[in-house]
């Protein structure tokens, strides 16, 4: 790591404020919780004054940045941890993701291909090579690697489409001797050999892989290098392969806070897990899912349901987090969304699923879309406990593999009122307890929107929480959204929900609102549309009592047909 002013640039040293930056650089504009801090600055032996020494470091780091012209406000300390402000300009990492994400909009595969070669040159030497925490090189370092090796894996993808067969050979051969067992270096090296005419040198790489695979892991290649070695033996003709939608990954913060918008996260490597910060709520729920998944015997699989904004994701990591102990061969995430909402096709997905390891492994499915996309990535996870996260309940999962199913309903008031305690700080909720259940109430007791709330208020230092839950009441679907993240956004999230319908369902759903206000939303519908969109997560089904909707789907749902009707108006004609 090093701070670069004008022409001079300073390589920092090996310390406890580097390590202290490492962590706080490694999740830019986010907040990072005062323990996963100490643990990066200590590792496991953390001093009686380590919260004492931990808030000199950052004093020191503010000095040395006031020093080379640097803002000393770049590291703000908030409620419950630090962030540290960065930006393209400012920060490397940033700037690898920004090009990254950009690239998977880019207008064709020459775009996409400039934008991510020019990401790689942001890579210089070994990352965190001068941080001395444990902890971050065995976590933080891997994890940085497998973001630069999936664009890396891109490029050459699109080097392949291109027929660039010749140039793309010196980047395969170092990536396919030095990451042996990742697969697809070695496939699209045994392809790009084959391609220029060197068939011998093809199959010799193919099976200098299997032997190593079969001799270091008791495994046999995959089924691409199996496909390939095949047209070889046949001698038949590869065509260049179309490229496929951009893949190119970031890594996931620590936290409830989403990627910049437009990038795309697929799967996490094995690493410690850090607790969501201000996890509040859903005690049962995280004990049975526990106890299901480190099960001895028996199935290890959990669906967690429910509708968007729920907090499904949030109870998948929390878990995670508590019971990776007992998971020595590594906890897994693959998101199975992208930030549009558009699902990753099965055949990218059961790429990016991690490969064997030994000991047992927590497999993460978060952002499911159905049933259709979790079945054929399950073989693979055969060997491990599998939580699986999706506003659909996936019966045929569960129906055909066994486990349980989490069907979320909204925060209790308590639960939600320790949630933005825990996220805005205990004492400027505590003097203002009424006013802060009011704000639960508009925001429906939803998580996602309680975090916008609280978002709101850590950022307007002045304002109250009787005032902010007025003005949030006012408008509560088009205000409770955080404009620099699409994520942290109601109108954003329940909107690609909708729009993932049917129109027929769709318009189902906003006949529901209406209805709401003045009694049973179900009334006139069909039985199948309604089971249908309590499958899709946005209407909650009864038995025993009636079909219900959430308050703040409602509310959306009204919204959405308010501001539809003004646009149609409004257009000209």
Known sequence: MSIAHGPETVVLKPSKPTSLLAALLLHPNTVVSTTYLLRAVWDEEPPATARAALQTCVLRLRRLFAKYGISATTIEAVPGGYRMHCDTETLDLVQFRALAARAGSAGGPGEELYRLREALTLWQGQPLANVASRMLQDDAVPALEQERLRVLE?????????????QVLVDLYESARRHPVRERFT???????????????????????????RDELGIDPGPGLRR???AILRAEELAPAPPESAHAAVAVAAGPAAPPAGAYVPARPPRAVPPV?????RDADRRAMAARLTAGDGPRLVVVSGAPGIGKSALARQTAHEVQEAFP?????????????TPVAVEEAARLMPEPAPGRRLIVLDGAAGAWQVLPLLPVAEDAA??????????????THGGAVHRLDVLRSAEAYALLAGLVGAERIAAEPA??????????????ALRIAAGRLLTRPGLSVADCAAWLAEDPPARLALAEDAGLSVPEVLGQALDALTPALREAFLRLGERAEAGDPAAGESESVLEQLVEA?????????????????????????RTHEAAATAAPR
Do not use: K, M
């Open 154 to 166: 891109r490029v050459c993808d699109l080097e392949l489409a291109a027929g660039n067969c010749h």
């Open 228 to 230: 390939l070695e095949l």
């Open 277 to 281: 910060p201000a996890f509040a709520g």
């Open 187 to 213: 496939e699209q090296l045994v392809e790009a050999l084959y391609r220029t005419g060197r068939q011998a040198e093809a199959l010799a790489e193919y099976r200098t892989v299997r032997d190593r695979l």
């Open 329 to 341: 061969g590594g906890v897994f995430t693959l998101q199975l969304a992208r930030p549009d909402g």
């Open 386 to 399: 599998v939580l699986v996260t999706s506003r659909r309940q996936l019966a045929a999962v569960v129906a």
């Open 537 to 561: 997560g946005l209407l909650e089904d009864g038995p025993p009592g009636p079909y219900r909707l959430h308050d703040l789907l409602r509310i959306y749902a009204r919204w959405r047909v």
């Open 435 to 448: 006013a802060t259940r009011e704000l639960a109430r508009v925001c429906g007791h939803f998580p996602l």
